[in-house]
């Protein structure tokens, strides 16, 4: 779970558009169809989890 405090603001989807290689499309698809759990929320909990182990990238350190 998120330790920061988020603004409702924050939290409305917002569109973003990527260039990935094709494997990792590919192997998104086939995650949201065996989960059911659609590629936007996969991509999120995924960046997520980046964002929380990466606070250097944002310039603070954990």
Not at 35 to 50: E, G, N, Y
């Amino acid at each position: 779970m998120l330790k920061k405090k988020i603004n409702p603001e924050d939290i409305v989807p917002t569109p973003l558009t990527l260039t990935l290689q094709a494997h990792i499309v590919r192997d998104l698809k086939t995650m949201e169809k065996h989960t059911k759990i659609p590629v936007d929320d996969l991509a999120t909990k995924a960046l997520l989890m980046f964002i929380a182990t990466h606070n250097d990238f944002l310039g603070k350190r954990s």
